[in-house]
Every structure is written in structure tokens, then in C-alpha cells.
């Protein structure tokens, strides 16, 4: 058993009642994360992304969540007022099977910070920027296992490895490092 010790867990409560599809959690997320930062918005880099079916006025803001290395061997599909979503629809995960939560140009998986990101914002950006109070950010704080998180870093290469092979990863970093 690993030491305890007192950590923040930071949630967002979704409320689907209040949720209008606006869409301005994606386009200001995207803009935090951009670089040089608010230098643009595109919701395919949001690490927040609206599931949305307008003629049956059903919107869903799903978050990033973790990266999977592979496909899940089960699948979801959700059915919400007699209308079938597509398969995984709702997951969290960047995972092989799908484009979302990933970076569009490179790849490389979308995870969201809670804005942890620098500057550190006291609120997700999100939940302030949800007009319609449809995300509550709320903090407590518990005592949890100490674990050993990887960093985004080590992450991002974990998937790149995934996708170019151990060999390529290391000649392309080797190449760059000669440039510099
Ligand atoms: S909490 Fe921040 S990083 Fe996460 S989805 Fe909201 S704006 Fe994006
Ligand atoms: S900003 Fe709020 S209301 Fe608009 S899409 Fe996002 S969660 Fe829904």
C-alpha cells in the first residue's frame, strides 16, 4: 500500500437541461490551448466537444479524458429520446478507433487540464463561459493513494510510438537534436 496523502478532486457537473449546443466551452478552450495562446480557436483542438442532435434539441458536452493505447474491446451506444448515437459517441478516451481528442495537424492526444494549464485558472474556462449555467465546477478534497502520474510529455510519445514505431520515434528526435 502506497502513502496516503490529501488531494483536490476537481469534477464539472453537466446539466443536459440547461445545455443549448452554443458551443462556446469548444471555441474558448481551443483558444487557451492554442499557441501562442487565443492566437486562434478551432473546436477540433477543444478538449471538450459537443455531441449534439439539434432537431431533437439533445446536446451533450463529453471532456477529453484519458489516452488508450488501444481499442476497448466492448462498445457503447447510447440511445437518448428514441435516438441512437453514434458508437462510442459519448467515451472520453482518445483512443485509435476515432479522430476526436486528438490534436488534428500532429496526432498527438487531447486530455483536458482543468485549465491547470499556464496560467492556472482559478475556474475552467468552460464553466466560465457557459452562459447558461449548464457546467458547475465544484472542488473537494479526499485522500487518495500517492500514485506516480506520467507526464503530458511522456504521454505524447507513448502515442507517437504507437503510431511511427519505437525506431522511427527515436531517428526523428536524434535528427532534430542535431539541428539545434
Ligand atoms: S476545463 Fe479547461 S481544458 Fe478542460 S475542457 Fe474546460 S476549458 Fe478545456
Ligand atoms: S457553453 Fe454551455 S451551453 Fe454552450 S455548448 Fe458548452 S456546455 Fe452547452
Known amino acids: 500500500m502506497g502513502e496516503k496523502k490529501k488531494k483536490i478532486v476537481k469534477t ?15 471555441v474558448i478552450c481551443s483558444a487557451f490551448h492554442a499557441s501562442p495562446k487565443y492566437s486562434s480557436n478551432n473546436p477540433a483542438r477543444s478538449r471538450i466537444r459537443m455531441i449534439r442532435d439539434p432537431i431533437r434539441d439533445v446536446y451533450v458536452p463529453v471532456y477529453a479524458g484519458e489516452y488508450a493505447k488501444a481499442e476497448c474491446m466492448g462498445r457503447d451506444k447510447y440511445v437518448i429520446d428514441g435516438k441512437e448515437y453514434d458508437e462510442c459517441g459519448f467515451c ?3 483512443c485509435p478507433s476515432r479522430d476526436a481528442f ?8 487531447l486530455k483536458c487540464d482543468m485549465c491547470e494549464d499556464d496560467p492556472a485558472q482559478e475556474k475552467p474556462l468552460c464553466v466560465q463561459w457557459c452562459l447558461n449555467d449548464a457546467l458547475t465546477y465544484e472542488e473537494r478534497e479526499e485522500e487518495v493513494e500517492e500514485e506516480v502520474k506520467p507526464e503530458d510529455v511522456e504521454i505524447g510519445l507513448e502515442s507517437m510510438v504507437d503510431k511511427y514505431g519505437l525506431q522511427k520515434v527515436i531517428d526523428t528526435v536524434a535528427r532534430m537534436s542535431k539541428k539545434e
Open 92 to 94: 472520453r478516451a482518445s
Open 12 to 26: 464539472i457537473k453537466i446539466d443536459l437541461d440547461k445545455c443549448n449546443g452554443c458551443r462556446a466551452c469548444e
Open 102 to 109: 486528438k490534436e488534428p495537424d500532429s496526432g498527438l492526444p
